[in-house]
């Protein structure tokens, strides 16, 4: 059996700029890094490799530079590393870029058995978290979201119980394999890669598979199979209040600042 963590290269969010022009992300000189939630949902594939001898599969759909992300995943131990990259894959939304991604898992399945999907709750950089659940809907494998502890993984009796991680309480849900599920921060800590590892993986094979190898309509997949069209994007202006001090060097003063202004608004009783 098989676990497939999907894995995402965004941008580092420190560094951030818009195209004003164009309203995308000005990615020329800009570092780039695996995507945070997905870092726990990878080291939840490999500790169900560990513990159950499955096989840790690592996907990834991107431009070519995408491949330091598998690389990354390979150092971390993964069996088998694989790049989802073409031109008509580019400018994808969150529905083309399901549609790649269910057709690259879909064809990993007919060379082992699906266990689990693993996707981060989100990504960094569009924070839609709709991309899992649209894996989840294209293969009609049951969804488990927001989950914070595996409880139990039968794979004889093909059985999942999940603790799922809702506001103000928890959820403990059961559902049979395969399924796909999203992980939030809270689930693991993510390991680092030993030396042997990170050498190890600069010779490892990242397989690249393009769309001839998926074989999918081109007017379904990236901008031309994307409805949804960003058409202006800015920084929300605050109509009232202020930023006054800084809570986190300076907590006491910050605090002794705010209740200067309150006093002398005349908003505090002495």
């Not at 070519?64 to 994808?92: H, M, Q, W, Y």
């Not at 969150?94 to 990993?108: E, G, H, N, Q, Y």
């Not at 689990?116 to 649209?134: L, M, S």
Request: glycine residues 6%; aromatic residues 4%; charged residues 25%.
């Amino acid at each position: 059996m098989q676990v497939i963590s999907c894995l995402k290269q965004v941008p580092d969010t420190t560094q951030v700029q818009i195209d004003p022009v164009t309203n995308t992300l000005v990615r020329d000189g800009i570092p780039f890094i695996m995507n945070p939630y997905d870092t726990h949902a990878l080291e939840e594939s490999l500790r169900l490799r560990d513990d159950y001898g499955v096989r840790a599969v690592a996907l990834s759909m991107g431009p070519p530079n995408a491949e330091a992300t598998l690389r990354k995943a390979c150092a971390l131990g993964v069996d088998d590393a694989i790049l989802l990259s073409d031109r008509c894959f580019g400018g994808a939304d969150t529905l083309a870029t399901s549609m790649v991604l269910s057709a690259a898992i879909k064809r990993l399945s007919m060379l082992d058995e699906l266990a689990i999907v693993f996707c981060g709750k989100q990504t960094i950089d569009g924070d839609t978290a709709q991309v899992g659940p649209g894996i989840a809907s294209r293969l009609g494998l049951h969804q488990l979201t927001l989950v914070d502890r595996i409880e139990l993984l039968d794979l004889e009796r093909k059985k999942i119980r999940v603790r799922r991680k809702l506001e103000g309480r928890y959820e403990i849900v059961e559902a049979p394999l395969p399924v796909m599920i999203t992980v939030v921060r809270e689930i693991n800590q993510p390991r680092y890669p030993t030396v042997p590892l990170r050498l190890a993986a600069e010779d490892v094979e990242v397989k690249v598979w393009d769309n001839s190898v998926l074989q999918l309509d081109v007017e379904t997949i990236g901008l031309k199979g994307s409805p949804t069209w960003v058409s202006k994007i800015f920084s929300p202006e605050r109509d009232q209040g202020e930023i006054i001090g800084d809570g986190l060097s300076d907590p006491e003063g910050t605090a002794q600042l705010l209740l200067d202004k309150l006093l002398s608004k005349d908003l505090l009783a002495v």
